[in-house]
């Protein structure tokens, strides 16, 4: 297997909520030897130097410190989110009923509902407790099957290959245990057990659902690979890779993973967020006080928003535009949208192919159908608050927002290449 690949899946696999995904990222760069800044902190940056800014425990910006002054040459960015649809526990609702365990969901983003029913589920995401006569925050996963959300048998609803409405409050509570259970809360019992602590000293849970079968390589040549989560951490672990072999820039390279784009991206750590434009600033003040630099910077410089996009289906042409219908393995996808869902330009567009010519991958372009609405990433949010040519780009997939979507294996390859390209500029 290849060797890229090969880590893909481990990303994929443990990056199992937004809390392990950004988890994922920071271990993956301090193997490579960046260092951590705190916001609170004064920023000490040397030429060639690499760092990473974490915050609010999900959301991560890493940078490699250019040679060259910043008003010269600006930054080079790439950005992503680590958000995927889910289902998040409600930790209040849990109930013991007939001696079955069972707990609501909240819907997190856009999921395909139907998919994650009659699953072997996973739960893992962020706890809080008490520790050392404080508050401690630690990640939970516990690696194993500990709920599913069962359908109903199709004797006693008829109705369920006719196009069934789930109803999130019913129908979408995840069953734990199906015997009588000791505790009161058999939630915060199976956490408190896993993490060694004591159940009274259980605070706070974020804990999310996931499907607990990994990431594998599918068809008989191998080049298709389906996974949970590929939206968007497909397009994360590209930016990431690619950043990672990036070694002295001319221009500061720069890759932004913003959480929460799934729910509209406003949240502090959110690419309508303060995050990026602070952290632009900063790395322009430890270089220069002149706010003037730091404006010159930003017009020379240029961002790659990368969100997955989506390829042809076979059994369903009718539903995209049939001059703009990406190709699975057929080359990375820029997309465009005259309403600006998308940001790409002319302009920005070929400065992107450019890099597609010179690594020699192919490159597709995507459309919406004019009779259906388009879907947008944060490419537009970016572009519009730092007034930065974005291009909007992505790997075609199948069954976006599905727990198991599809993609290709060349695509990500190739991805991989071109942003190693960029970031060299």
Not at 91 to 118: A, F, M, N
Not at 283 to 299: G, H, P, Q, V, Y
Request: aromatic residues 8%; charged residues 20%.
């Amino acid at each position: 297997m290849n060797i890229q690949i090969k880590d893909f899946i481990g990303f994929l696999d443990a990056s199992n909520s937004r809390f392990q995904a950004g988890a994922e990222v920071i271990r993956k760069l301090e193997e490579a030897g960046f260092s951590r800044l705190e916001e609170t902190d004064t920023f000490s940056l040397e030429a060639g130097g690499k760092y990473y800014i974490h915050r609010h425990d999900t959301a991560v910006i890493a940078f490699i410190k250019g040679q060259k002054p910043l008003a010269e040459s600006g930054f080079l960015m790439a950005s992503s989110h680590i958000d995927s649809p889910a289902l998040k526990l409600k930790t209040q609702s849990i109930k013991t009923d007939r001696g079955i365990t069972r707990i609501g969901v909240e819907v997190y983003g856009g999921p395909i509902i139907h998919t994650w029913l009659d699953r072997e589920l996973g739960i893992s995401g962020q706890v809080l407790y008490r520790a050392d006569g404080g508050t401690k925050a630690s990640l939970l996963d516990f690696g194993r099957p500990v709920a599913i959300i069962p359908n109903a048998a199709i004797h006693v609803n008829r109705e369920i290959n006719k196009g069934f409405q789930y109803n999130p409050q019913t129908h979408l509570q995840a069953i734990l245990s199906a015997v009588p259970q000791d505790s009161k809360d058999p939630l915060k019992a199976m956490v408190a057990k896993e993490l060694g602590i004591k159940e009274e000293d259980v605070l706070e849970m974020d804990l999310y659902l996931y499907d607990l079968a990994g990431a594998t390589l599918v068809g008989d040549d191998q080049s298709m690979l389906t996974s949970g989560r590929l939206d968007n951490l497909a397009m994360t672990h590209a930016i990431l890779a690619a950043i990672l072999e990036t070694q002295k820039p001319d221009s500061t390279a720069l890759a932004a993973f913003f959480d929460h784009e799934e729910i509209g991206s406003r949240s502090p750590q959110g690419a309508a967020s303060s995050f990026l434009g602070e952290i632009l600033e900063r790395i322009n003040l430890a270089e220069s006080t002149k706010r003037e630099d730091f404006l010159r910077a930003l017009r020379h410089s240029f961002m790659i928003s990368a969100d997955m996009a989506h390829a042809l289906h076979p059994a369903y042409p009718e539903k995209y535009e049939p001059d703009y219908s990406p190709l699975m393995n057929k080359g990375v996808v820029i997309k465009r949208n005259t309403n600006l869902k998308y940001a790409s330009t002319s302009v920005s567009s070929q400065r992107f192919i450019s890099h597609c010519e010179k690594v020699g991958a192919a490159h597709q372009e995507f459309l919406v159908r004019s009779d259906s609405p388009c879907g947008s990433t944060v490419g537009p949010i970016v572009a519009s608050q730092l007034g930065i040519h974005t291009v909007d780009i992505g790997n075609p997939m199948w069954a976006m927002h599905s727990i198991r979507e599809t993609t290709g294996v060349q695509d990500h390859l190739d991805l991989i290449k071109i942003l190693s390209s960029f970031y060299s500029e």
